[in-house]
Each structure stands twice: as C-alpha cells, then as structure tokens.
C-alpha cells in the first residue's frame, strides 16, 4: 500500500504548472477507498494525476526485450498496462526517495499474491490511474460486540455500533407495528434481534425483562435500537465468508470462529436497518 500511494505521489501527479495547463486544480488529489463485496475485501488508489501512457510502456518492454514486437501487437490496452508488473520494469526517469527507491511493482503483485489476492491497474492518460487490490474477505481482522439472543451468539461490528444502554421496558413505545424510544435527546427505532431472526418466543426472557440491553447500530446514516438479552464482551474477529446459498440470507455477514471453539454468525448492521423499515 505505501509503495503504491508513494508512486502515485512521485510519477502520477504532475507539477502544479502542468496541471494548470491541462485544465486541472494545481493541486492533485489521491483518493483510498475500501469497502466488501461478497467474499472479498477490496482497496483502491486512484490518483488524478497524468495516468500512464500504454504506448510508453510498449517502447519501454520493447527496449528492454521483454516481449516480442509481435507478441505485443496482440496484446490490448489492459494487458499491455499490466506490463508494470514485469520484474525489472519501470518507466521512472529517475529512482527518487518519495516512490520505490528502486523497488519495483512486481514485488507488489508478489506480495499480494502470496495472500491470495489480486491486483489491477486501470489508466487513462491526462485522467489518471486507479489501483484495486482484491483480498479474500477471510484476511479481514475486525473487533465486534459478542451479544446473545435466544441462547445463541452473535457478533455486531464496533464500526456500526454508537453506544450500548440499558433502558426501563417502559420507556419502549408501539406505534403503528413499530416501536420507538426517547434516548439521547431523540426518538429512534427500536426493535428485538431475535424478530429479524426469526427466532422470537414467547418465553424469551427479554420479553419479560423489565430493563432492556439495548445496542444502538447506524448504518452510517440511520440509527437503529437492537435489543438483545446480553451484552457480552468485545472480540475481534476474522470473518469468514458463507457459502452461496446461506451468503443471501439478510442480516447475516459472515460467520467467526471463537476462542472457545463456537462458531457464531457476524451480523450486517445494514441489512437489519433496512429489514425494520419494512
């Protein structure tokens, strides 16, 4: 990751003066997202500098006779981009102390492959370039809240989670099917785990608790009050990906393995919030 930022600092943004020139902001801007989809993890470095040109890395390979002229002619613009990752391959002018120091983009490629990941390059010249790393969604190591419905034990994400409360059962409302509570200076959702679950009963002792554990999720926009019998202790985690038929289910992210050999199921904060506006 630092060496891919570092090069779209030193060989993807351009000087001020030629930016201007080429209608852009003076200032270059690098962008790193990171977000999952299905069973991967995904990184992305994109850079609005002056991209990398396909027709430089074709005169480059060719000097350096690492392909055949013929064997290039075949080749597209994405495979021809993908050159970069060449042992020994570089279009730099110079080696400088802000990018690689000489290192190449092949140890890159190697070291994401050695976990079982993959990496892309797209550009577009005087556009820039982008970079997305895809890593198995088994590599991400995350921390969660380990609370308990019904008997079982779930684990919601620290990342969707504002606060955790307790709450007198009294001060929980029901309006039109929904129930509602005053917390904080403003009324959000509240609902039960165990209904979205579908695991609720009638002898489910949060029904006849008179406080209740109460974990307010967000969904980075909406909040949510999920009410769970326990509140258990934070754990990280490494998530594992479900198969394809058990991976629909809503609400449900993934699964961990705990300490104590019991397997749990991560919750999807997201999901649930969308289910209790249904």
Do not use: C
Request: net charge negative; hydrophobic share 40%; no cysteine.
């Amino acid at each position: 990751m630092v060496h891919i930022i570092r090069n779209a600092v030193d060989h993807g943004i351009e000087e001020p003066e030629t930016r201007i020139k080429e209608g852009k902001n003076e200032i270059g801007t690098i962008y790193l997202r990171a977000y999952n989809n299905n069973k991967n993890v995904y990184i992305e470095v994109q850079d609005d500098g002056k991209g990398i040109d396909s027709e430089e890395i074709r005169k480059k390979v060719i000097d350096k006779g690492f392909i055949e002229p013929s064997v290039l002619n075949n080749m597209d613009k994405k495979q021809i981009l993908n050159l970069i990752f060449l042992p020994g391959f570089s279009t730099a002018k110079k080696i400088t102390e802000v990018s690689g120091r000489g290192v190449g983009m092949d140890i890159v490629r190697s070291n994401i492959n050695k976990i079982n990941g993959i990496v892309d390059i797209d550009s577009e010249v005087n556009k820039g370039t982008k970079m997305t790393i895809q890593l198995p969604l088994t590599l991400a190591v995350s921390r969660g809240l380990l609370v308990k419905s019904v008997e079982e034990n779930y684990i919601i994400p620290i990342d969707n989670i504002i606060e955790t409360v307790k709450i007198p059962k009294d001060n929980v409302y029901e309006f039109n099917n929904k129930h509602f509570a005053h917390l904080r200076g403003e009324i959000i959702g509240i609902e039960w785990l165990s209904k979205f679950l579908l695991i609720d009963r009638l002898e489910n002792n949060t029904s006849k608790a008179e406080e209740l554990n109460i974990v307010t999720i967000t969904n980075g926009v909406e909040k949510l009050g999920l009410v769970v019998d326990k509140l258990l202790n934070e754990q990280e985690f490494v998530i594992k990906a479900l198969s394809d038929s058990l991976g629909e289910i809503p609400g449900i992210s993934g699964s961990t393995l705990l300490g104590d050999g019991k397997v749990v199921l991560i919750l999807n904060s997201g999901d649930i919030i969308k289910m209790a506006r249904m």
